[in-house]
């Protein structure tokens, strides 16, 4: 068979590929201190699931761009992973968000309100800063504002934000967003080039977390 230039330089140009492959796992797998660093390991709340764990501030503009990837993300997450999100609070400006977050979870509401939220605040540039201010903010996504009150000002949702404070100090966070990997290994949109990059991080982190859970590492 006469092997055309076309033909030839495709078979080429595949070689170098196959032959780039392990070289481009390589790369791509997370480096210690620079695309992610050890933390005194936390309690894992997933039991056999690897558990990974958002910390995330509604304000955070970074925050906002990680949501499309990371949503994108927990469509194919491998079944052996589970996400939780916990609300960072630096100070005390940040409770009034801890709390919108932990009211959405008291009364079932996480799945459809929680990237609106991010949406009234990036977007329609809502402060959600007050009780008033949520509450209202509540009424026009289909909230009754007294179911929402009470659950806002619920001692579960207090104890919950309390949690969350010293979740931050705990898991040694600086700042958002911030993802926790099996309770050992953290990971932030200042590690990666770019905000959506932190997704790639977090897949390397979840392969050498599940080789420790297996021995193998």
């Known amino acids: 068979m006469v092997m055309t230039r076309r033909v030839f330089g495709g078979i080429l140009a595949a070689l ?52 499309q990837p990371l949503e994108a993300w927990l469509k194919r997450k491998p079944a052996d992973v589970e996400l939780r999100r916990i609300p960072a609070i630096f100070r005390d400006s940040w409770v009034p968000h801890a709390r919108v977050f932990y009211t959405l979870e008291a009364l079932g509401e996480t799945g459809r309100l929680h990237q609106a939220v991010y949406r009234s605040m990036h977007l329609d540039k809502d402060s959600l800063n007050t009780a008033n201010a949520t509450a209202d903010w509540a009424a026009r996504n289909g909230v009754e504002p007294a179911r929402w009150t009470a659950a806002y000002n619920s001692p579960e949702v207090e104890r919950k934000v309390q949690e969350a404070r010293s979740h931050t ?36 982190l979840i392969v050498i977390a599940r080789d420790r859970r297996a021995g193998t590492k």
């Open 16 to 67: 170098a590929l196959v032959g780039a492959a392990p070289a481009m796992a390589q790369q791509a797998a997370p480096r210690l201190k620079y695309e992610y660093l050890m933390i005194d390991p936390q309690p894992v709340a997933t039991g056999e699931r690897i558990e990974v764990v958002e910390f995330f501030w509604y304000g955070c503009p970074y925050c906002f761009q990680l949501q």
């Open 169 to 204: 100090r705990a898991y040694a966070i600086t700042g958002t967003p911030s993802l926790i990997v099996d309770g050992r290994y953290l990971t932030s949109s200042g590690m990666s080039e770019n905000v959506p990059g932190v997704v790639g991080i977090l897949e390397g």
